[in-house]
């Protein structure tokens, strides 16, 4: 059986093959189902919000539980904080949601014409800091909150062999995710 580094540099470098377009014993798997891996580990999502180290243990073992995973998009997760992410409020399991639900964005409309501009004219990096004291001072909050044990969460997924595609301590995505629900 090999050990989670030697999975790590395997998986790695499948990705690498695969980015530089030479051919690979198999397609990497990559997986983003942060809540069908929890389930399936053992927890509850609420598990996700309320021990938050805990709760991704579960997710890392119930994506092990799948097989040979090469990669994760983003290594652990906390619901709490995708609100920031979204712009929005988010409602979690364990708090607004019974333990097994999936979380929710609060679809609420708060921003205006005018903010458009303010992206144009000062770009999305101001516009989101203001936009989320102003309107989800809780989202930004939970972000520094996850940001304690990401990476913990990060070395739990990368010692068991399994590739983080982006570090778990930063927000990714482009504007449009954002501003979907905004």
Not at 11 to 19: C, S
Not at 90 to 105: C, H, T
Not at 149 to 161: K, L, M, T, W, Y
Request: with cysteine; proline share 5%.
């Amino acid at each position: 059986m090999k050990t989670g580094k030697e999975l790590y540099e395997e998986h790695l470098n499948r990705l690498k093959d695969v980015i530089n377009m030479k051919k690979t014993d198999r397609v990497p798997i990559v997986l983003n189902a942060d809540a069908f891996c929890t389930k399936n580990g053992g927890g509850k999502l609420s598990d996700l919000v309320n021990d938050v180290v805990y709760g991704n243990m579960e997710l890392l073992k119930g994506m092990q539980a799948l097989g040979d995973i090469d990669s994760i998009e983003i290594p652990g997760t906390y619901p709490s904080s995708m609100g920031a992410f979204f712009l929005s409020k988010i409602k979690v399991p364990g708090r607004e949601l019974p333990d097994n639900m999936i979380w929710q964005i609060d679809e609420k409309s708060y921003m205006t014409e005018d903010d458009y501009d303010t992206i144009i004219d000062k770009g999305w990096n101001y516009f989101f800091m203001e936009y989320a004291k102003k309107h989800i001072p809780e989202g930004l909050k939970e972000v520094e909150y996850f940001s304690q044990f990401a990476p913990q969460i990060e070395q739990n997924f990368v010692d068991a062999g399994i590739v983080p595609l982006c570090q778990g301590r930063v927000m990714t995505g482009a504007p449009f995710g954002a501003l979907c629900p905004a």
